[in-house]
C-alpha cells in the first residue's frame, strides 16, 4: 500500500505546519483512505557527516583487503589523542568505494541501525574501529550494499554539497527522523495511489486549499492537433490489437516524446531520491527515476526507452503463440496470445521485436543505460483487465500494474510526459521535443442521468440539492441541469468507477460522511402471522436443550468423500449413487453432499482431539442432502423472465430432499469432578440422556427399538445401539459407534453419537396446547417395585405396562436401578421403579393402594414377570 510523506503531499495542498502524521491518518479515514501503519523511525543515536582524511587500504589473509580509515567527525564527536587534542576517529571499512577525500554518512557507538543493530567500538583486522561508515541498505533506505553512501554522489547540488560539514547531523539530513503513513487502498480508488489524487482526499476532508497539478502541466504540452500534414512526430506508434479482451482494445492511448541530449552521467538530485526511498522505491538513475516520480505524483506509470536502440513504427499489439520475453528483473516469460506487448520494427520488419509487456515491465532491449543520450518517453493508457491477467499469469506484480489495473486517468499521459521532461531537462540537460506521438482512441463517457432524491432514498441523508451539486462539482464531476433536481453528470477521467447514480450516492455518503446517515431500523412488511414459526422455535429448543446438557454447537462444510465413507464403514458404491456430485468442489477428495451429519461433525471432533483436547462434546444442526436417482431431470431455464409456477414446479421435483438433522459426539469424560471425585467415561447412556432431553423438550414422547445384533449397521456398536422412534416412525438413531469407527477416527474407546430427522420429527408432533394437571392437595403415596424380567424384555415396555395399569393415579415412576445375577437366574434381570400415586379428590387409602399394585403385578405378568419379594 502506498506511503505518504507529508513533505512530499505539500506540494500538492496546504497543510498546516504542525500536522502530525496521527492527525493526517485520522484525517483521510474520514474519507475511505484507511490508516495501515504509521511507520516510526527505527534509527537513532548519532549518526554524522564525516570526512574521510585518509584510507590506507590493508590486504588480509583471507584475501580481502580493507581500508584502515580516519575520518574527521566533527569537534563534538572525534576522538582524543594521548595529548588532549581531538583527532578524527579511526574507523575499519571494507566498502570497495572508499577513498579519502569523501564525505560520508558515519554512525557513531550509541546509535542504533534498523534490526536493532548496535553501533559499539570493538577491535577487528588489527584495529579498534570506533564508528561505521554506513551503506544505504544498513540505514534501511534501500537496497544498495555495494557500497558506504558517498554523499558526493547522493544528489546535492555542488553548493549544498560544500555546505556539509563534518558533524552535520546525518539523520535529519537524509530524513531518517521521519516516519510514513502507509493507507490501505481499495480497487476502485485507483488515482489515490499518487500524490495526486491523496491531496485531492485530503482536500475534501479538510476543505485545505488544493490545486490539480495537472492543470499547469497540460497548459505547457505541445498541441499535436491542428498540426500541418506531414509534420513529422517522434516516432510512429500503431495499436494493433487482433485479440481484444471481451472486446474492449488492450490499449486506447499512447504518448510517446522524445528528450535528446540528455547527460547520462547527470545524478538523481537529493530530494528526488529522498522521497523516492521514503516510498519504497529504490533510486537507479536519473532517467528511470523520473519516470518513476512521475508515476508517484500524479498516478501515470511511464516507461523510459534508449531511442537511439528503437526503430519505428512502435506496434501495440497482441503476443503470438510462442513468443518469449526477459524482463528487466532478469526473468524469460513466455508468452500468453492474451498478454499486450510493446514492439518496434527492425529491417522494416513490423512489430517483430518486443521491447516491453505493456503496462507491467519492460524488457532487457531498449532499456535506459549509462551511455542513453536520446530518450523516448512512453505515458500510455492501458485496460485494465488485460494488465490484471498478465500481471498474475506471469507472477510479476508491478508498481504500474498496480495502477494500470485499478484505472489510471485517460486524460493524463501529455501532463504526465511534460513533468517527465520537464525533470529531464532540469536535472539532465536535455531539450524535449515539440513534436509527440499520441495516438488517442479514448471512448467519450456517458453521462449519467442522476436524481437528487436518490440521495434520500438510498442513504436516508437530507441532503441540499446545492450541496450535492458542489459535492459532484468538488470531485471533478462536470455538472447539468439541476433545476428540477435533475443532473446530467459527466465523470472525471480520473474516477473509471463511477459509471451509473448508486455510485455517485456512495462518493456524496462519503464525503458528507457515514457517521451523518441516521440509523433506522426498517419496518418488516409482514401482514398476519409474525414471529417463529413452529419448525423454527422447535429447532432453537433442541439447540438450547443440547448446550445446557453441555455440548457445544458446530458448523461443518456438507461435504464429504472417499475417507469419510471408509471412517464409517460406508459401501462407497452404493451411497454415491444416491449422493448429490458437486461438480466443481472445494476439495477434489470430499466432492459429495452428506447424507447424514455424522461423517462432517466427526471431522471437526478429531480436529479438536488431535488438538489436545480430551474431553469433545459437540452437535450440530443443519441439512442432509438425499439425491433420489429417479427423480425427473433438472429443466434448464430461460434468463431474464420470471420462471412460470410450473417450471418452478419442475424445478423444486428435480431437486434432492434437503431435511434437517441434528447429530451429536460424545468423547472422553461424561463426569469428571477432580481427583478426589467421580470419574466416569462416556457410554452410551449419555447419547440416550441427551435424546431424552430432546424428547422431553419437544413434548415428543420419543421411544428407543434395540434391534437384533445383525440388523445393526455397520457404524454402530452391535450391542449398544437402538433405533429412536417417534410412533411408529423412525426418527433417528443412537448409540455407541462401532470399535473400528473409533479406530479410523482416533476416538477414546465407547464414544456415543446421535442423529435425529428433525424434519420428520416436527412432522410427527402436534401444536395442540399442553393441559397442564391440577395440583392434587393429598398426600402421595410412594412404593418401590422390582421385577424379575426375561432379558428380552426392555425397561420401556414394562414401563409402558406399570402406566397403562396404573392409570390416573400414576404421578411419577422412575427406573432406578438394573441387576443381573444368579439371584435372579440365568437369562432373567431385575428392574426396579420407584412409583408415587395421588388422586386428585381424594386421600388413597390402604386398599386403594394394594388394588393398584395387583393391577400393576397382573399386567406386568403378562410379560413374564414377577414381583420379588
Given amino acids: ?29 474520514k474519507v475511505g483512505l484507511e490508516e495501515e501503519e504509521i511507520h516510526a523511525s527505527q534509527v537513532t543515536g548519532p549518526i554524522v557527516v564525516g570526512y ?53 554518512v558515519v554512525t557513531l557507538p550509541g546509535a542504533v541501525l534498523p ?20 551503506s544505504e541498505r544498513e540505514l534501511g533506505l534501500g537496497d544498495s550494499h555495494d557500497g558506504i553512501i558517498l554523499l558526493r554522489e547522493y544528489g546535492f547540488t555542488p553548493a549544498e554539497y560544500e555546505a556539509l560539514k563534518p558533524g552535520d547531523d546525518a539523520v535529519h539530513l537524509l530524513h531518517l527522523d521521519q516516519p510514513l503513513l502507509e493507507i490501505n487502498i481499495t ?19 479538510t476543505g485545505a486549499a488544493y490545486v490539480d497539478p495537472v492543470s499547469a502541466l497540460d497548459g505547457k504540452t505541445p498541441l499535436v492537433e491542428g498540426l500541418e500534414p506531414g509534420t513529422p512526430t517522434d516516432i510512429e506508434v500503431s495499436i494493433e490489437d487482433d485479440n481484444p479482451i471481451h472486446g474492449v482494445p488492450g490499449c486506447d492511448r499512447y504518448y510517446a516524446r522524445a528528450i535528446r541530449g540528455f547527460d547520462p552521467s547527470a545524478k538523481t538530485p537529493n530530494w528526488m531520491r529522498r522521497r523516492l526511498i521514503r516510498a519504497g522505491v529504490r533510486s537507479i538513475s536519473l532517467a528511470v527515476d523520473v519516470t518513476n516520480y512521475v508515476m508517484l505524483d500524479l498516478g501515470q506509470p511511464m516507461h523510459a526507452y534508449d531511442m537511439d536502440k528503437l526503430e519505428g513504427p512502435i506496434v501495440v499489439r497482441r503476443a503470438r503463440e510462442g513468443e518469449h520475453l526477459v524482463t528487466l528483473d532478469g526473468k524469460d516469460h513466455e508468452l500468453s496470445v492474451e498478454d499486450l506487448l510493446i514492439t518496434d520494427s527492425p529491417n522494416g520488419e513490423r512489430g517483430s521485436r518486443i521491447i516491453g509487456l505493456a503496462g507491467v515491465m519492460g524488457g532487457l532491449y531498449g532499456e535506459v543505460t549509462a551511455e542513453t543520450k536520446n530518450i523516448l518517453l ?192 460406508y459401501d462407497a458404491d452404493e451411497i454415491k449413487r444416491v449422493s448429490v456430485e458437486i461438480a466443481n468442489p472445494l476439495a477434489g477428495d470430499r466432492p459429495f453432499l452428506r447424507r447424514d451429519i455424522l461423517p462432517t461433525l466427526a471431522q471437526t471432533v478429531r480436529l479438536n482431539l488431535r488438538r489436545g483436547l480430551e474431553n469433545v462434546s459437540l452437535y450440530e444442526i443443519g441439512h442432509v442432502y438425499l439425491w433420489d436417482p429417479q427423480a425427473p431431470a433438472i429443466p434448464a431455464l430461460p434468463g431474464g423472465v420470471r420462471p412460470t409456477d410450473e417450471q418452478l414446479a419442475a424445478l423444486d421435483a428435480g431437486l434432492p430432499a434437503q431435511p434437517m438433522h441434528v447429530a451429536g459426539i460424545l ?28 424428547s422431553d423438550r419437544l413434548g415428543a414422547d420419543l421411544m428407543l427399538d434395540q434391534p437384533a445384533p445383525d440388523d445393526v449397521p455397520a457404524q454402530w456398536h452391535p450391542g449398544r445401539m437402538a433405533r429412536v422412534l417417534a410412533g411408529q416412525t423412525a426418527v433417528g438413531v443412537v448409540g455407541e459407534l462401532h470399535p473400528h469407527v473409533n479406530e479410523a477416527l482416533g476416538f477414546p474407546a465407547h464414544s456415543a453419537a446421535f442423529e435425529l430427522d428433525l424434519t420428520a420429527l416436527f412432522a410427527a408432533l402436534d401444536n395442540a396446547p399442553v393441559q397442564a394437571r391440577p395440583i392434587s392437595t393429598f398426600p402421595p403415596v410412594k412404593q418401590d417395585l422390582a421385577f424379575t424380567v426375561p432379558q428380552s424384555v426392555t425397561a420401556a415396555a414394562l414401563e409402558s405396562v406399570i402406566r397403562e395399569a396404573a392409570g390416573e393415579v400414576l ?46 403385578i397382573d399386567r406386568a405378568a403378562e410379560l413374564g414377570a414377577q414381583l420379588r419379594a
Fill in 115 to 134: 534490526g536493532d543493530f548496535r553501533i559499539e567500538p570493538r577491535k577487528t583486522y588489527g584495529h579498534i574501529s570506533n564508528g561505521m561508515c554506513a
Fill in 667 to 694: 468423547t472422553g469424560n461424561a463426569v469428571e469432578t477432580g481427583w478426589l471425585g467421580e470419574r466416569r467415561a462416556v457410554d452410551w447412556s449419555d447419547a440416550v440422556e441427551a435424546v431424552r432431553r430432546i
Fill in 52 to 104: 574521510v582524511v585518509d584510507a590506507t587500504p590493508e590486504p588480509q589473509k583471507n584475501g580481502k583487503t580493507i581500508n584502515w580509515c580516519h575520518v574527521d567527525v566533527g569537534e563534538e564527536y572525534n576522538e582524543v589523542d594521548e595529548n588532549g587534542n581531538k583527532v578524527p576517529r579511526g574507523i575499519v571499512c571494507g566498502a570497495p568505494n572508499m577513498k579519502a577525500g569523501e564525505k560520508v
Fill in 378 to 569: 512512453e505515458a500510455a493508457h492501458f485496460d485494465q483487465v488485460s494488465i490484471a491477467r498478465s500481471a498474475r499469469r506471469h507472477k510479476t506484480p508491478s508498481e504500474a500494474s498496480r495502477r494500470f489495473e485499478r484505472g489510471v486517468d485517460t486524460q493524463l499521459q501529455p501532463a504526465a510526459a511534460q513533468m517527465a521532461a520537464e525533470l529531464l531537462i532540469r536535472y539532465g540537460n536535455g531539450e524535449a521535443s515539440e513534436h509527440p506521438t499520441d495516438v488517442n482512441n479514448v471512448p467519450r463517457r456517458r453521462a449519467i442521468h442522476f436524481k437528487s432524491t436518490e440521495v434520500a432514498r438510498v442513504t436516508g441523508l437530507d441532503t441540499d440539492v446545492n450541496r450535492i451539486c458542489d459535492i459532484l462539482t468538488d470531485i471533478g464531476c462536470g455538472v447539468a441541469g439541476g433545476g428540477n433536481g435533475e443532473f446530467s453528470i459527466m465523470p472525471p477521467s480520473w474516477r473509471p468507477d463511477l459509471n451509473e447514480p448508486c455510485d455517485l450516492v456512495e462518493e456524496i455518503a462519503r464525503l458528507v460522511g457515514y457517521d451523518e446517515i441516521p440509523v433506522t431500523v426498517p419496518p418488516a412488511p409482514v401482514e398476519g402471522e409474525v414471529g417463529l414459526t413452529d419448525d423454527q422455535r422447535r429447532k432453537r429448543q433442541v439447540a438450547d436443550e443440547l448446550a445446557e446438557y453441555g455440548l457445544v454447537e458446530a458448523l461443518t462444510y456438507p461435504f464429504v468423500g472417499d475417507e469419510d465413507y471408509r471412517a464409517f464403514a
Fill in 187 to 205: 480497487p476502485d480508488r485507483g488515482y489515490a495511489l499518487s500524490y495526486r489524487g491523496v491531496a485531492r482526499e485530503y482536500h475534501h476532508s
Fill in 811 to 856: 404421578e411419577s415412576i422412575e427406573l432406578f436401578d438394573v441387576f443381573t445375577g444368579d439371584q435372579v437366574g440365568e437369562g432373567m434381570k431385575s428392574l426396579a421403579y420407584a412409583v408415587t400415586f395421588r388422586a386428585v379428590d381424594r386421600t388413597l387409602g390402604s386398599e386403594d393402594s394394594e388394588t393398584i399394585r395387583k393391577a400393576i
Fill in 1 to 29: 500500500m502506498p506511503m505518504v510523506d507529508i513533505d512530499w503531499l505539500k506540494d500538492h495542498v496546504e497543510v498546516p505546519e504542525d500536522l502530525t502524521y496521527e492527525q493526517l491518518a485520522r484525517d483521510l479515514v
